[in-house]
């Protein structure tokens, strides 16, 4: 079941590709807005707060649109340095499938990334584990929201 937001959830701001959004909606849960920027990513900054200037330029990281609690491997987020075909991923909602060619870059973690996965546990893949991750998830595709 996807929640609304009038109902406590998000899904109706999918379609925005405001990611910024998803995460204020999630503001509750958060103890500051600061845990959403990755202390190596030099090309956003943390924010103080979720006010009116909290935007996609203080996170870091990208959500998984489908995890779901029932497939363990899905992926709830992670490091929003990606990359497809050499070019650094744009902001928006992009669909990945087992044949999607998405790779972490070079602006943090040595060609690496962190994810976290709907059983509550964060790896860091280096790029071939990161193309065998989505391929486990469960899922035949995988949404992810980039900020």
Not at 28 to 41: A, G, Y
Not at 78 to 92: M, S, T, Y
Request: glycine share 8%; hydrophobic share 40%.
């Amino acid at each position: 079941m996807e929640m609304s937001a009038t109902n406590g959830g998000a899904m109706e701001l999918i379609s925005t590709a405001n990611v910024a959004a998803l995460f204020q909606v999630m503001s509750n849960e958060l103890s500051t807005p600061r845990v959403l920027h990755c202390p190596v990513d030099t090309e956003h900054s943390s924010a103080t707060n979720f006010g009116p200037y909290f935007s996609s330029k203080n996170i870091s990281y990208f959500v998984g649109l489908n995890a779901n609690v029932n497939l363990p491997n899905s992926i709830l987020g992670g490091d929003n340095n990606l990359e497809r075909g050499g070019n650094a991923i744009k902001p928006g909602v992009y669909d990945v499938t087992t044949n999607s060619l998405f790779f972490w870059s070079a602006t943090r973690h040595n060609r690496a990334g962190n994810v976290l996965l709907a059983n509550g546990s964060v790896q860091t893949l280096s790029n071939s584990n990161l193309l065998t991750q989505f391929s486990q998830t469960g899922l035949a595709t995988n949404r992810l929201a980039i900020p």
